[in-house]
């Protein structure tokens, strides 16, 4: 179901839970939310109101990613960035890092499995951005 973007930044601060398997229908709605919005290559669950880890991305390929609980392992190469949020007005420089190493959940037949992925430049800047968004940082 496409979902409203959440703006208010009380919601938007409050660090989100971890996910579970129970949460699975949440990843429709999120796909369904950023398919809506052609401007947006990523979105976090607290964005569309649910406050859970969970994220999706859009690949180099433009195909959605989803990630359960992503978490920030290692991160290399710092650089500042100009982002835009959904969430947000304007646009806002931040510190990124051009290569990091992500451990997250994939959900696989209804049970959740860990995984790791390295990413480098615009994917790797969208996940930081929706870490941060799970943590209950916006830029
Ligand atoms: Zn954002």
Redesign the pocket.
Known sequence: MIKEIVKDDEILSQPCEKATEQDNELVTDLLDTLAANEEAAAL?AN?IGTPKSVVVYLDDNEQPRVMFNPVLKQALHPFKAVEA????EGEVEVKRFAWINVSYEDLVDGKLVPKKIKLQGWTAQLVQ?MID?CKGK??
Do not use: K
Not at 85 to 88: D, E, Y
């Open positions: 976090s964005q949020c959904l969430s947000h951005h968004h916006t830029i």
